[in-house]
């Protein structure tokens, strides 16, 4: 089975600008969720998408969004970029089965430079 | 409020030498304890989990849910072992959602 891919791997925006980053889980998992990793704050939940619906989410603001398409596969959006949203976004995907958490499978990231 | 603390950011030990990578948890309730494991150029992958209660490449780590720790163990380090490790916990089951430490390095020297 082909890993979770995610799409672009660098990206370099000018403060104010927006950002799409797209993730492709693996074949059959049908949660996805999303990370920021950083120097500072280390991995920070952002969301997690399920079947299309927003089933949990992080502490970060509104200008963070995503969503999911009916094959799973999920985008984040990320609008009036801030100097301090660089960093290194991860997705990561799973079964979860009912009941049981089931191990997330990550991505490599897409490297966010925000200039 | 829940938190996951790994007090080391480094850990140099010899091989051959045990290792034990501290993991403090803060969580009102039952929580799944997971160890992920980045190495160098790899993705972050599940090592182990709680609930498993299995050894993966010769580490165990065990729930004290007294001390609130998950301490991960090994008897004898490897000169693979060499990576990032990090402590998560998950509130809730079925869910994406986990509480990451800030990450142990653990370098094992030759």
């Known amino acids: 089975k082909a890993g979770v891919t995610q799409t672009p791997r660098y990206l370099i925006k000018t403060r104010g600008q927006q950002v799409t980053l797209s993730c492709s889980p693996i074949?059959?998992?049908?949660?996805v969720s999303w990370y920021q990793q950083t120097p500072g704050q280390g991995l920070q939940f952002l969301f997690e998408?399920?079947?299309?619906?927003?089933?949990n989410k992080g502490n970060f603001p509104g200008r963070f969004s995503g969503r999911q398409f009916s094959n799973s596969r999920s985008e984040m959006n990320v609008s009036t970029l801030e100097l301090g949203d660089s960093a290194l976004y991860l997705c990561?995907?799973?079964?979860?089965?009912?009941?049981?958490?089931?191990?997330?499978?990550f991505g490599n990231g897409t490297r966010l430079t925000v200039t | 409020a829940q938190r996951v603390t790994q007090p080391e950011k480094l850990l140099s030990v010899f091989k051959g030498a045990p290792v034990e990578l501290k993991c403090n948890y803060s969580?009102?309730?039952?929580?799944?304890l997971f160890w992920y494991v980045q190495y160098s150029r790899q993705r972050l992958q599940l090592l182990l989990r709680h609930i498993s209660r299995e050894s993966i490449k010769g580490f165990t780590a065990d729930l004290n849910k007294g001390e609130t720790s998950f301490h991960l163990k090994k008897p004898f380090a490897q000169e693979e072992d060499s990576a990032m490790y990090y402590c998560a916990l998950s509130g809730s089951s079925n869910t994406g959602k986990l509480i990451f430490g800030q990450g142990t390095t653990l370098q094992v020297k030759p």
């Open positions: 969580y009102s309730g039952s929580p799944e």
């Open positions: 074949s059959g998992h049908r949660s």
């Open positions: 990561a995907s799973s079964t979860n089965r009912g009941g049981v958490n089931s191990p997330l499978h």
């Open positions: 998408y399920f079947s299309e619906t927003q089933r």
